[in-house]
């Protein structure tokens, strides 16, 4: 096989991360992966181990066993994206730049909502085969929940789109509210029975094992540095290692950026989260409520709440808030410690019995989204394809741009590939620092909006 490097691109940056990745860090120990060493060759190389590329791996394994798979994760399995977001899989429209969630559109949004539940079906089918412990996902549903008139006239409007839709949902008083979430900080909720929620380190991680028992090749700790273009496919290289590949997945989300791809296209989103230590039963019995739910903001830029049980990882809640724009994808330890004094004081505001209760963990987490609200799922060029731009959604829509990618490898053309292959560019961003400026004017504003929420 003639191999002749046309030219040599270099990654323009690694992903740094802030704080641990605590849904991991409350899992039992695992043992350490191993890096990719020496020269290799494959069929199918994806680069990036979240729920794009392991879900891009299931899906090519499962429709073509002969094919040589290697998915190479530049750090620890389920320590990056993965063990930093808030474990919500949506099925709905969940449009984070608009005011109550509602997409673009109703054509749309029903193509859109039947693919979220193709998503979701695999993810659950993924649970089931590979025997995932109770509590890795529920279908239990969510809550959007309000605090303020603000927030119940977004929970109004986007209850008008889905009655519009068609789709079941709930309204629930404040004493509802009470019930399931112990806090009697909300005024009313809209409830929607199709999220799963998922205990997110613990999906990836079976995951991961599963296609590794298939027969995928899952290497860690071996970043992608550059890549070369060839006449016969890829060439990767990593710290300690060649990898030759017919073709290549980047299932990388922002970091397409970082690979040369829609520069100035991206908007990098850095969230935070906190979640405390294990409750004590008397806090338990003081607090009241459900042992596990999810709520949402009736606005996107409130705050995030989710309580979890044992069978996730003990029993705790998260806070997630937050968001600041970072074109360098990357949050200062500063940056983590203002927003966690902040989410302090909104996590007590929400469970007053609680405010002894210390944080165990806080991170930080980062969100790629383009200005028109589209993905990157395509072929970028010969041989080379996306599963990226998730748009917040990461659960959802990076399985099913996972799933895209590896249909567009396999040469399959289904609604999928049909729905991504016809949205538009990124829409570009101003030029920098008039992106950076911009951005975080505009975020300090809506959550200064949003700050009942």
Known sequence: MSLRPKSYRAVKRLPVHTGPAGWEA????????????????CDVAIIGAGFAGLSAARHLRA??????????????????????????MIDLPHDLTSSDYAGSGEAQDRVLTRLNRHAIDFAEAAAAEYGLPEGTLRRTGKINGAASRVGEEANRTYAQHLKDLSEPHEFLDATQMREV???????????????????????????????????????EESPVTGFDSTNAGWILKTPSATL?????????????????????????????????????????????????????????????????????GGNRIVIRQGGYYRPGMQTSAAD?????????????????????????????????????GVSVMRELEPGLYSACVQNGLGTTRGTLTGIGAADLVLGRENEITRFFGAEAEPARLPPHPFDTIGANVYLRWKEWQARAE
Not at 27 to 39: I, M, N, T, Y
Not at 64 to 81: F, H, K, M, W, Y
């Open 181 to 219: 979430t112990g806090s009697a900080y909300y005024s009313s909720g809209l409830f929607t029975p199709g999220t799963a929620l998922i205990q997110p380190a613990g999906y990836i991680r079976g995951l991961a094992s599963g296609v590794t028992s298939a027969g995928v090749r899952l290497f």
């Open 336 to 372: 983590l410690a203002r927003v966690t004094a902040s989410m302090r004081r909104k996590f007590d505001d929400r469970f007053p019995s609680l405010r002894g209760v210390p944080f165990e963990h806080a991170w930080s987490g980062h969100l790629c989204l383009s200005r028109n």
């Open 244 to 312: 030759t590949a017919a073709k290549v997945i980047l299932a990388t989300n922002g970091h397409l950026e970082s690979f040369g791809f829609k520069t100035g296209r991206l908007m990098h989103i850095m969230l935070n989260a906190c979640m405390t230590a294990e409750l004590p039963q008397a806090a338990l019995a003081a607090l009241g409520g459900q042992e596990s739910w999810g709520l949402t903001p009736s606005d996107p830029m409130g705050c995030t709440v989710r309580r979890i049980a044992t069978p996730e």
């Open 26 to 41: 409350i899992l039992p120990p695992r043992a350490p992966g191993v890096p990719l060493r020496g020269e290799v060759g």
């Open 63 to 88: 429709a073509d066993p002969t094919l040589d798979i290697v998915v190479l994760e530049a750090g620890r399995i389920a320590q990056s994206s993965a063990g930093r977001n808030s474990g919500f």
